[in-house]
């Protein structure tokens, strides 16, 4: 079984759906992100959690929310989806003493 | 602020050829230095990653990456490189107070064989 899991793999929503990223990790690390990857563009920091209680947003959180309903789950939110929300989508663990980090499988989202 | 900057975004090789992808970070205190490859269609993996001591990293498939600090890099590196080394590389860095993991833009390596 992977360490990070992410659910759905690929969604293709309208414009305006409220639509959840869910991810689930086996790592037992506090530390969960939520990255998005847009061509020329790399991993960009949209959340992220130290623990349960302690969310952080990233640099693009806009748009965006998050809910930390476990050490092992962290869920981003699309309130109302935009066609430029159209992305790859990474949640991640890292180690708290190096930030190694384990990736998710990514959850490929289409906005029309 | 902590920031990466991978300054050659797509690099074509023939089959054999050397590799070295350049990345510079901006942080003057200590961190760690990762190296992070997908593979079409895969998710990111871990290729190497620099914590302390020697600062020539040595990654699987042949990778390494030497951390020269007075440069701020941390360059990726691979003698003969092969058509399965086609995917986009990542390099990241984490440190500060919170060691939050930054990334790079990623640099797109297609080899011809």
């Known amino acids: 079984d992977a360490d990070v899991t992410q659910t759905p793999r690929n969604r293709i929503t309208k414009t305006g759906k409220r639509i959840m990223l869910e991810c689930s990790q086996t790592?037992?690390?506090?530390?969960m992100y939520w990255y998005r990857q847009d061509p020329g563009l790399g991993l960009r920091l949209i959340y992220y959690s130290f623990d349960v209680k302690d969310i952080n947003k990233g640099e693009i959180s806009d748009g965006y929310s998050v809910s930390r309903q476990a050490q092992a789950k962290f869920s981003l939110s699309l309130e109302s989806a935009i066609p430029n929300q159209t992305a790859l989508y990474f949640c991640a663990t890292s180690d708290p003493e190096r930030g190694k980090a384990f990736f998710g499988q990514g959850t490929r989202l289409t906005v029309v | 602020a902590q920031s990466v900057s991978q300054h050659n975004h797509h690099v074509i090789l023939s089959e054999a050829a050397s590799l070295e992808l350049g990345c510079n970070y901006s942080?003057?205190?200590?961190?760690?230095l990762f190296w992070y490859v997908q593979y079409p269609g895969q998710h990111l993996q871990l290729l190497l990653k620099y914590f302390s001591g020697d600062p020539l990293v040595k990654g699987i498939k042949g990778f390494e990456a030497e951390f020269i600090k007075s440069k701020f890099s941390f360059n990726l590196r691979k003698p003969s490189v092969q058509w399965s080394d086609t995917a986009e590389y990542f390099c990241?860095?984490?440190?500060?107070?919170?060691?939050?993991?930054?990334f790079g833009t990623g640099t797109l390596l297609a080899v011809q064989p």
């Open positions: 790592k037992g690390h506090d530390r």
């Open positions: 942080y003057g205190g200590t961190v760690n």
């Open positions: 990241a860095v984490s440190g500060g107070a919170t060691n939050k993991l930054i």
